[in-house]
């Protein structure tokens, strides 16, 4: 299958009247702080788009959490996924998807998924296969956490970073956080450097550890480790001027983050958090700061739960350029965060909000436009999922 660079600027569907409360064929238009955005549907009758991602010369890819990868092209969304996971267990069964920095050369995709034992144990696990003629070949396991559990949330996220190294984010694990339970005994795992649970890794795209790892020569450690002391790692993305990785995470009721990411670095879950359980008491006597652990960049009280994070560096929208853009499930938003400002530092704007619909991620297109995935729900199966497009309203 040979792709066509203009893929997604010519799909021009629009959202649909259920969505927008507007007459088919027209787009959505929006005011923002500075000006107008128009929003315009990609593709619609998606299943829980949960990652989004770019191929070199403009198609895009998208994985549906019940294991379905799917392609975007010229005539919208391909009715056939390029990929299907062979698991029979229902909920999730596909995470996030990575296009790796040379796929002109190898072709090679990445993607992270739940990987269940037989015995009711799942751990997170990132696979690689190649596409070509329309079909992902050759798929099998470059690596696979030891974070293996019978539930709790197991994070999925996968990133390539500017070093070229994959970023794959495991999250805590905890099986009691939601049963009213107060028990720290899971969630402290995310201390321990024994494991990978509620930690950032850094590998290889043959998942190996790198040889300038943090903690590769420390007794006792996993070599795969980057940064420890996570919940639940939703987003990662590069500053521009800085070239550092920041990445968001969910925190329970409140406590969500932005953090830039030191090798090495302790992120304090849950130790320190301003977050409260699901029962109301407080996830730490701490909430600020512990000595030895790295503060939070930016943080939520109460919670909007960021499901991804985007520096915006194109030039579509100057105004935009070094805003921070996070995806929100609770809330139902794309949230902007705009620094140095003069009456405040970093100031806030939702946008889409008007929509009602949850972002699940948020990516920059190779046209300088801004994409997101959203989904109405949490569960079941309703194709109520779409790619959107924002645009500047000239």
């Known amino acids: 299958m040979h792709w066509k660079p203009t893929l997604l600027i010519a799909a021009a569907a629009v959202l649909s009247p259920a969505a927008a409360g507007q007459d088919a064929g027209e787009a959505t238009v929006l005011d923002v702080q500075g000006g107008r955005i128009r929003v315009i549907t990609v593709a619609d009758g998606l299943v829980h788009p949960w990652s989004i991602a770019f191929l070199p010369d403009g198609g895009m890819l998208v994985a549906e959490t019940p294991g379905r990868l799917r392609v975007i092209g010229n005539d919208g969304l391909d009715p056939e996924p390029v990929w299907t996971s062979p698991e029979t267990a229902g909920g999730e069964r596909l995470k996030a998807v990575a296009v790796h920095p040379e796929f002109e050369e190898n072709r090679f995709i990445y993607f992270s998924y739940p990987k269940r034992d037989g015995e009711g144990r799942s751990t997170l696990a990132?696979?690689?296969?190649?596409?070509?003629?329309?079909?992902?070949?050759?798929?099998?396991?470059?690596?696979?956490?030891?974070?293996?559990?019978?539930?709790?949330?197991?994070?999925g996220r996968i990133f390539f970073g500017p070093d070229a190294m994959l970023y794959v984010a495991v999250g805590d694990r905890d099986r009691l956080c939601c049963m009213g339970r107060d028990d720290?005994?899971?969630?402290?795992?995310?201390?321990?450097?024994?494991n990978h649970i509620g930690k950032v890794l850094r590998i290889r795209d043959d998942g190996s550890a790198p040889a300038d790892n943090p903690f590769v020569d420390r007794p006792y450690a996993l070599p795969e480790i980057f940064t420890y002391g996570h919940r639940n790692t939703y987003g990662f993305t590069v500053?521009?001027?800085?070239?550092?990785?920041?990445?968001?995470?969910?925190?329970?009721?409140?406590?969500?983050?932005?953090?830039?990411?030191?090798?090495?670095?302790?992120?304090?879950?849950?130790?320190?958090?301003?977050?409260?359980?699901?029962?109301?008491?407080?996830?730490?006597d701490r909430p600020w700061e512990r000595d030895g652990m790295v503060n939070a960049r930016i943080f939520w009280v109460p919670s909007i739960s960021p499901s991804s994070i985007l520096f915006y560096t194109g030039d579509r929208f100057p105004d935009w350029q070094g805003s921070l853009f996070v995806g929100a499930l609770t809330t139902r938003q794309l949230q902007r965060v705009s620094f140095g400002q003069p009456s405040q530092a970093e100031r806030r704007e939702t946008?889409?909000?008007?929509?009602?619909?949850?972002?699940?991620?948020?990516?920059?297109?190779?046209?300088?436009?801004?994409?997101?995935?959203?989904?109405?729900?949490?569960?079941?199966?309703?194709?109520?999922?779409?790619?959107?497009?924002i645009e500047p309203v000239d």
């Open 126 to 155: 990132v696979a690689r296969g190649r596409l070509d003629d329309g079909a992902l070949t050759e798929v099998g396991d470059v690596f696979v956490a030891q974070a293996w559990d019978t539930g709790g949330n197991m994070g």
């Open 184 to 194: 720290p005994s899971a969630r402290i795992r995310a201390q321990y450097l024994g």
């Open 239 to 284: 500053h521009p001027e800085t070239g550092d990785i920041w990445q968001a995470e969910i925190g329970p009721m409140g406590g969500d983050e932005v953090n830039v990411l030191e090798p090495g670095g302790n992120y304090g879950w849950p130790l320190v958090s301003t977050g409260r359980n699901y029962t109301g008491t407080l996830v730490s």
């Open 351 to 389: 946008l889409l909000g008007e929509l009602g619909q949850r972002v699940r991620d948020v990516a920059e297109g190779p046209d300088g436009n801004v994409y997101v995935a959203t989904e109405v729900s949490f569960g079941g199966d309703d194709p109520t999922g779409r790619v959107l497009r």
